[in-house]
């Protein structure tokens, strides 16, 4: 059983920065696509990026494209979004996710989420 664990959260002026950190246990870690998804206020959970479990590559939403960058560190057991040039658009819980698949973009179901760290920026 795979536990994501979130960090990094917290509130912002708009044009910050924030790094997120989703540590990662109970699993074989460079077997997991990872992936960020943020969910705002009275809206429905979104993709922000994700990261493959074999060449790193990366994926984004068009929203974050540019300003955020998803990475990984194996020796960690860790998985990052540094957001920067952060906009009031971005508030919202961040959540983790791993799947032993390619995780899907959207309605996504991933094998294991985390519980999320709370985003805030101001404007």
């Known amino acids: 059983q795979v536990q994501l664990v979130e960090s990094g959260g917290g509130l912002v002026q708009a044009g910050g920065s924030l790094r997120l950190s989703c540590a990662a246990s109970?699993?074989?870690?460079?077997?997991?696509?990872m992936g960020w998804f943020r969910q705002a206020p009275g809206k429905e959970r979104e993709f922000v990026a994700t990261?493959?479990?074999?060449?790193?590559?990366?994926d984004y939403a068009d929203s974050v494209k540019g300003r955020f960058t998803i990475s990984r560190d194996k020796a960690k057991i860790t998985a990052y979004l540094q957001m920067n040039s952060l906009e009031p658009e971005d508030t919202g819980v961040y959540y983790c996710?791993?799947?032993?698949?390619?995780?899907?973009?959207?309605?996504?179901?991933?094998?294991?989420w985390g519980q999320g760290t709370q985003v805030t920026v101001s404007s």
């Open positions: 109970g699993g074989t870690f460079s077997r997991y696509n």
């Open positions: 996710a791993a799947d032993s698949d390619s995780i899907a973009t959207i309605d996504p179901r991933p094998d294991y």
């Open positions: 990261i493959s479990r074999t060449f790193g590559i990366t």
